[in-house]
């Protein structure tokens, strides 16, 4: 048994270093643009509507328990897709700086890495979101809070939008229109 | 003739990481990467000397001698581990201290896992010298193998981009040391019956991480600045489309 678990993990290292460098060779377009990684994906009134445990409360209330489950259980596949969403986002963000970072001039560099730092964080938090949004689709009665990712991202797409406007227009962003 | 094939394995690595050291002296890169260059130089010397001792030495200096270069190349590749985080942490100004602590907290957690295998495994022969010395390394390839887990995954969780030569060298590494602990693995369970085949299989891991290292260190065109100065702008408006239709499923 020990023997096959050690194994398998040598496995898993090896592939997971094989899909990164897969990957890292793959993602050099996805910085082609700044203006529309900057813009706002997720409806932040309805993810907070959907982690809100006001309105949970209201559900478990109102419902059979049986129904409520349910339906938490779809609310909470429906956050899954937004926190993957601005996962996603945090992630192009990381890569936009970086691929700009030598023609960064002025109070770029700064809010770059503030912007940096924030979707740094976002990400970190996405990841941990997700872990528990999944297990509250296992197990729809856990109470668990959410209200840190809408705030989170609200700060990550502001600082987005400021980046995007001290940056000096390229080529892209020309051409994006 | 599987004698003869492990003969020019450990000939081709010892050209190879010859061809490495030179690269890593013409590029300067010695200067980013202190420990991978000690780690190739620690590795040619060694071949010198083990192939000398090999041949015209006793086979108890033999052993005693490759105990220690063993002693001094798992020191070494813990080093070029905590290098990687730190090239790979350094552009964020932020968190760079943050892979320092995790190094340091994971070794630890590493540390404990590889004692827990190391007490539920049974090793095949417990008076023979090298069953003995296969359980220990095994342990060893679990803590680097463990970070070099950590050190990917983290890079995906948190989005951090990978540089070359680092993203090359931690994937070379990661050849070398998941090959070595399945083989170490496999050899501490079923001693020394199967040793020559497990030695040429961990040969040929070692080989092909060094030949990574070798292709990783040569210089290479930025393909980020050539795909985007040579794409039409109508494209860009296409991907952004696609982009925008990705993030919203």
């Keep these: ?177 | 003739m599987l004698r003869t094939v492990i003969y020019v394995l450990w000939l081709a690595a010892f050209v190879v990481e010859c061809v490495i050291a030179r690269q890593l002296l013409i590029r300067r890169l010695f200067k980013e990467y202190p420990l991978f260059l000690a780690y190739v130089i620690e590795h040619i010397v060694s071949f010198i000397c083990l192939f000398f001792c090999f041949h015209f030495g006793s086979r108890v200096a033999y052993r005693h001698l490759y105990m220690g270069w063993e002693a001094v190349d798992v020191v070494l590749k813990l080093g070029i581990i905590a290098e990687l985080f730190a090239h790979v942490f350094a552009s964020y100004k932020a968190i760079h201290h943050l892979g320092t602590t995790i190094v340091r907290i994971a070794s630890v957690i590493l540390v404990l896992c590889a004692t827990v295998v190391a007490l539920l495994s049974n090793i095949a022969d417990p008076n023979n010298f090298l069953s003995k010395f296969f359980a220990m390394e095994r342990s060893v390839e679990i803590v680097q193998g463990g970070l070099l887990f950590l050190l990917f995954a983290l890079c995906y969780v948190l989005a951090l981009e990978w540089k070359q030569p680092s993203l090359g060298i931690a994937f070379g590494l990661c050849i070398i040391t998941s090959v070595n602990l399945a083989m170490f693995t496999l050899r501490a369970e079923f001693g020394s019956s199967s040793n020559q085949i497990f030695s040429l299989v961990s040969n040929v891991g070692y080989d092909l991480g060094a030949v990574t290292w070798l292709l990783t260190l040569y210089p290479q065109r930025d393909k980020g600045h050539s795909v985007a100065g040579t794409m039409p702008e109508l494209d860009v408006s296409s991907w952004n489309r696609t982009l925008l239709e990705l993030l919203r499923k």
């Design chain 1, 1 to 177: 048994m020990m023997i096959l678990i050690v194994v398998l993990a040598a496995f898993a290292l090896l592939s997971l270093a094989f899909w990164t460098v897969l990957r890292n060779s793959s993602t050099v377009l996805a910085v082609a643009d700044s203006k529309s990684v900057t813009e706002p994906l997720v409806d932040i009134a309805a993810f907070r509507n959907l982690v809100d445990p006001a309105e949970e409360e209201f559900l478990r209330n109102n419902l059979t328990p049986q129904l409520f489950r349910t339906i938490q259980r779809e609310r909470m596949l429906a956050a899954v897709e937004y926190v993957q969403c601005a996962a996603g986002q945090a992630r192009m963000l990381v890569q936009l700086v970086e691929s700009t970072r030598d023609e960064q001039t002025g109070e770029l560099p700064h809010i770059s890495e503030e912007l940096v730092t924030a979707a740094i964080r976002l990400r970190a938090l996405s990841i941990l979101v997700l872990f528990a949004l999944y297990l509250r689709v296992a197990f729809p009665g856990v109470r668990i809070s959410f209200v840190q990712v809408p705030a989170m991202y609200e700060n990550v797409m502001g600082l987005g939008k400021l980046a995007n406007l001290k940056r000096p227009v390229s080529r892209a962003l020309t051409a994006a229109g």
